[in-house]
């Protein structure tokens, strides 16, 4: 256990569904990444938050995606109309001033 | 990853030998990379890091080379357990992580 959480391990959604994440990272880590994985892949960056602010977005997250970090805590990462090329494994990573970058367990996206 | 990239997708190697992961970027300026273990089900694993003013550094078990020269890493990993079975990415990192396709380690007795 990494000290990251990410809620739900596993969700099954029909196309044309939306969908939230979430992500707790460690309680002192100031920054929060999201990451895609689809299989056979290495992640691939989606978007990270220095506190509360969204500094990047990768040109991979739509429209139909959007993430947030309310209060510089906990991150939520919604899919909307959800399309079967959208199944893969979401990751979520934070990281503190002087520490390398720790990822929870992820959530697996099946659109059916 | 735009930048980072392994030779080798399966690597299968007796539990006791040495193991040899490469991985090449393409980035001249990159000057910090990060290789992580990933287990089914899980997320990455950081193993070890190496920055460009070093060409070696060594954990426990685990040596990374970096070549500048010709823009390239591996990472050995000594006496190979079954543990050790896992999918191995080599990882730039610069105000993100950018990971390589990974190179998947078996271990067989």
């Known amino acids: 256990d990494t000290g990251v959480s990410q809620d739900p391990r596993h969700k099954i959604t029909k196309r044309g569904q939306n969908v939230t994440f979430r992500c707790d990272p460690i309680s002192e880590h100031n920054r929060l990444y999201w990451y895609r994985q689809t299989l056979g892949q290495g992640p691939e960056f989606l978007t990270y938050f220095q506190n509360e602010a969204q500094l990047e977005k990768s040109r991979l997250l739509s429209d139909r995606f959007s993430a947030e970090r309310p209060k510089g805590s906990f991150s939520t990462l919604e899919i909307q109309r959800t399309e079967q090329g959208d199944s893969a494994m979401y990751l979520c990573?934070?990281?503190?001033?002087?520490?390398?970058?720790?990822f929870g367990q992820g959530t697996r996206l099946t659109v059916v | 990853g735009e930048n980072v990239g392994l030779h080798l997708p399966t690597l299968s190697v007796q539990e006791g030998d040495n193991s040899i992961i490469n991985c090449a970027y393409s980035n001249s300026a990159s000057d910090y990379f990060i290789w992580y273990k990933q287990e089914s089900g899980k997320g990455p694993q950081f193993i070890i890091d190496?920055?460009?003013?070093?060409d070696k550094r060594q954990g426990q078990r685990v040596t990374v080379l970096l070549n500048k020269t010709v823009k390239h890493l591996s990472l050995q990993i000594a006496a190979t357990q079954p543990g050790d079975s896992a999918v191995y990415f080599c990882a730039e990192r610069g105000r993100k992580l950018i990971f390589g396709t990974g190179t998947r380690l078996q271990v067989f007795p």
């Open positions: 190496i920055r460009s003013n070093m």
């Open positions: 990573a934070s990281e503190g001033l002087n520490t390398e970058a720790f």
